[in-house]
Structure formats: structure tokens, C-alpha cells
């Protein structure tokens, strides 16, 4: 079974420049999360999906971030502009859905991303 | 949200048992326990979870306190590949995580 998908893997800017990411999560999963792992730290919850829609994005920076699930499947998180502190691992993962007990989350690789 | 507490560290030797422990003393009633790691350079995996019983899987052991206020994750036997960053997360009806700082494993040989 194939794992959770992101690209690219490595990305550099320079500040004020717009980057973004691409996931795609293991099929079937109904429910994709996207998360900031800063250096040092847990990873944070940006945005959660069921299906296409925003369960949850109380944590996203609504003022340069955005992100889409247009068809329920893929999706893209976007920054625009960037800012220095958004150096970071963008962490994708998906699950099957808030209904099954154990609703596992299954990670991406990340993309590293370093602002200049 | 309710929140975890572990020790920044730990260290191990190859071959030994390694108990992780974690404090939830906030836990409410239907927040389950879910213990993740995370590899070097890897997003986190799953390892286990429980709710109120003790459970047992291929990787590890989760051991709950019957207040349920704490919890240890216990590895066996350790090896080289378990040393990693082990994640304890109350996992809320809303089904999110809410990840800490971790515990990161050192397992010398």
C-alpha cells in the first residue's frame, strides 16, 4: 500500500516570496491534516479535511497561509508571503475518518522548507 | 485541550526494556492515549493507543493507571531503530492530535 506522498521535499526562498505544497494521501482516507513541525518541536496542527471540507483550521495564519482539497483527494497548502519563522517541516498525513476507533494518522516524509 | 507531560529525555541500552512514562493528570473521560514516535528526518509514525485497559501490539506495550491521570509506553527489548522521539497525545472526540515536545530515545549500543 502506498504511503502518504508530498513534494517537494526541499524548498528555498528567500522572505516575502510565495512557496507551495503538495500532498497526496493514501486512498481512501477521508480526512487529511496538515501540520508545522518547527525545529525542536512537536509537530502542530495548521488544517484538518473531511473529504473537502475544513474541519478545523483555528490554527492556521489566515493572513498568508491557505490550503485546498478541491476533489476530496489531494491538496495543496500555500504561503504567500513568506516569513522568516516559516522555516519548518510541513507534515501531511491522512486517516480514514473520525469514525473508526483507532483512526490512525499516517505521515509524509514532510517538505523542509527554509526562508532566506 | 488536555495536556501530556514527559521527560525531555531518555537513555537505554540495545537490548533492554525502556519504560516511557507520561502524566495526563487533566484527562477527561473520553480522551484516549495514543503514543506516536517520530525517526530521525521521518514524519511520526503510530505505535499504540489505549483508553482505560492495558494493551499490548507487535511494537510495544501501553500501560494505563487505573486513575488513567498516567501512562508508560514500554519497549522490551530495545534496539538501535527504536531510538526516536516518542510522542503521548490525548486524542479528543474531535479526533485531533495534539503533539508535545516528546521524549527522545537513546538507545546506546
Same mark, same amino acid.
Given at each position: ?68 482539497? =478541491? ?12 516569513? =522568516? ?5 510541513? =507534515? ?12 490512525? #494518522? @499516517? ?8 526562508? =532566506? | ?12 541500552? $540495545? $537490548? $533492554? ?13 473520553? %480522551? ?5 514516535? #517520530? ?5 511520526? $509514525? ?20 487505573? %486513575? ?30 495534539? @503533539? ?10
Amino acid at each position: 500500500e502506498a504511503g502518504v506522498a508530498q513534494s517537494p521535499r526541499y524548498k528555498i526562498i528567500e522572505k516575502r516570496q510565495s512557496v507551495a505544497f503538495w500532498c497526496n494521501p493514501i486512498s481512501g482516507h477521508a480526512t487529511l491534516y496538515w501540520y508545522q513541525q518547527i525545529l525542536g518541536q512537536g509537530p502542530k496542527l495548521l488544517i484538518q479535511f473531511q473529504n473537502n471540507g475544513v474541519v478545523d483550521d483555528s490554527q492556521l495564519p489566515k493572513d498568508r497561509f491557505s490550503a485546498e482539497r =478541491l476533489k476530496g483527494v489531494d491538496s495543496t497548502l500555500k504561503i504567500q508571503p513568506a516569513k =522568516l519563522e516559516d522555516s519548518a517541516v510541513y =507534515l501531511c498525513a491522512s486517516s480514514l475518518g473520525s469514525n473508526y476507533p483507532t483512526n490512525e #494518522q @499516517f505521515f509524509g516524509p514532510g517538505t523542509r522548507l527554509t526562508v =532566506l | 485541550d488536555a495536556k501530556t507531560t514527559q521527560p525531555n529525555s531518555m537513555e537505554s541500552n $540495545e $537490548e $533492554e526494556p525502556v519504560h516511557l512514562p507520561c502524566n495526563h493528570s487533566t484527562i477527561s473521560g473520553t %480522551d484516549y492515549i495514543h503514543w506516536y514516535r #517520530q525517526l530521525p528526518s521521518q514524519g511520526p $509514525e503510530y505505535v499504540i493507543h489505549g483508553l482505560t485497559s492495558n494493551v499490548n501490539n507487535r511494537m510495544a506495550s501501553l500501560a494505563i493507571a487505573e %486513575d488513567r491521570k498516567s501512562s508508560t509506553l514500554i519497549l522490551h527489548r530495545a534496539t538501535l531503530r527504536d531510538a526516536a522521539v516518542y510522542y503521548c497525545i490525548l486524542r479528543n472526540a474531535g479526533n485531533m492530535l495534539t @503533539f508535545g515536545g516528546g521524549t527522545r530515545l537513546m538507545v546506546k549500543p
